[in-house]
């Protein structure tokens, strides 16, 4: 199972929005709404921050959302606050009954 | 509220086997599956498998069927993963994590590393 696509790297100001994208196929991420999405601040544990394509768990700011169209699934953190400056992955259950990450996206807030 | 609690940093010789355990607390264990999931340093996240939590049905990432064992013990809502056949390339944190379609809760992480 290959990983799902990400961009290595974003980088943009504070107060601006980002969109990061997941890309898979129609075997994990275009088959299925479990897709979801994860934060890790360095040397901490990965926090979930939507779940099922587009839920938030309790507690996790409004500023981050997520959606997905065809193959590929995206998370987008508005009003970006310097706390937001951290590494991001996808996920996604696949047809196998596995489950695929994408390769991380660092995020940072200049 | 709920905890994940691993064991220890571990340092192994090539060959060797490793078995962590992630100690669950503060939800019913029996209700969900523990994942598996690695870091290597630097890289990013490696998903390994899942175990069932009450009946040990499990999957493995195809990487890892040969050589890995994830089970749980339900008297002390403690789950395991033993990887046997250890190479440098196995040094990373391993992690465990509440759920399969996603990880609502993780451990802090068990240190491996590899060398001789």
């Known amino acids: 199972q290959s990983a799902l696509t990400q961009p290595a790297s974003i980088s943009a100001s504070p107060g601006q929005s980002i969109t990061i994208s997941c890309t898979g196929t129609s075997s994990d991420v275009g088959g299925y709404n479990y897709v979801s999405w994860y934060q890790q601040h360095p040397g901490k544990a990965p926090k979930l921050i939507i779940f099922?394509?587009?839920d938030r768990p309790s507690g996790v700011s409004h500023r981050f959302s997520g959606s997905k169209s065809g193959n590929t699934a995206s998370l987008t953190i508005s009003g970006l606050q310097p706390e937001d400056e951290a590494d991001y992955y996808c996920s996604s259950y696949t047809t196998n009954t596995t489950v695929v990450f994408g390769g991380g996206t660092k995020l940072t807030v200049l | 509220q709920v905890q994940l609690v691993q064991s220890g940093a571990e340092v192994k010789k090539p060959g060797a086997s490793v078995k962590v355990s992630c100690k669950a607390s503060g939800y019913s264990f029996n209700n969900y599956y523990i994942t598996w999931v690695r870091q290597a340093p630097g890289q990013g996240l490696e998903w390994m498998g899942w175990i069932r939590s009450y009946n040990g049905d499990k999957k493995y990432a195809q990487k890892f069927q040969d050589r890995v064992t994830m089970t749980t013990d339900t008297s002390t809502t403690t789950a395991y993963m033993e990887l046997l056949s250890l190479t440098s390339d196995d040094t990373a944190v391993y992690s465990c994590?509440?759920?399969?379609?996603?990880?609502?809760?993780w451990g802090q992480g068990t240190l491996v590393t590899v060398s001789s």
């Open positions: 099922a394509v587009g």
């Open positions: 994590a509440r759920g399969l379609n996603w990880l609502d809760s």
